[in-house]
């Protein structure tokens, strides 16, 4: 039956059915949960899906706390660079950019670019400016600077800081606006 409901959930997720589709996975969710634990690949995959649909649906304020659990969980179970924590990175972030809350959302642009340096960096460059057109009164340098962000090493930091620059030079000046902001990034950063 688990399985039935799970290849239904997949399909409304395909046809671009977001509310059925996460009606469904949050059923799943709750299943899976009591069934398999909250760290189960299934329960993880379930919870994934779930973001995927709500940001789909622009459901901001109720994908962010999802957001958190799945982020901190992938972080201790795959690592900060590995692609499900970067996309759950980015959904969370996207959010948070939506809900106007900036300063952590710079943060995770910030920590998910350090941690896809060496190995996708041109995404990492996207998130890069993603933090610095969605700064407000947040000044990503300054956050990078001490080489730690919310207890966390950079370990690229010199590098970030020198694409940080590079990036802020080459911004055009009404990007502090939130329009122009959200015409230059998307939820894979800044637009080139």
Wanted: hydrophobic share 40%.
């Amino acid at each position: 039956m688990i399985e039935d409901m799970q290849d239904e959930a997949r399909a409304l997720l395909q046809a671009g059915e977001y509310g059925h589709a996460l009606a469904e996975f949050s059923v799943l969710r709750e299943i899976r949960s009591r069934r398999e634990g909250p760290y189960s690949p299934m329960y993880l995959s379930n919870l994934h899906d779930s973001v995927r649909c709500m940001s789909q649906l622009q459901l901001w304020s109720d994908s962010t706390p999802l957001c958190r659990e799945l982020h901190g969980k992938y972080v201790r179970t795959h690592g900060r660079g590995q692609a499900d924590t970067v996309d759950v990175a980015k959904h969370w972030a996207w959010a948070l950019v939506h809900l106007n809350d900036h300063p952590p959302a710079v943060r995770l642009y910030l920590l998910t670019a350090d941690a896809l340096w060496d190995i996708d960096r041109p995404q990492a460059h996207r998130l890069l400016g993603a933090a610095l057109a969605h700064r407000h009164d947040v000044d990503p340098e300054a956050l990078a600077s001490p080489g730690t962000i919310d207890g966390v090493g950079l370990r690229h930091l010199e590098d970030v800081l020198a694409d940080l620059r590079d990036l802020r030079a080459g911004l055009p000046r009404d990007v502090e606006s939130d329009a122009a902001a959200f015409e230059r990034t998307t939820i894979d950063g800044l637009v080139a």
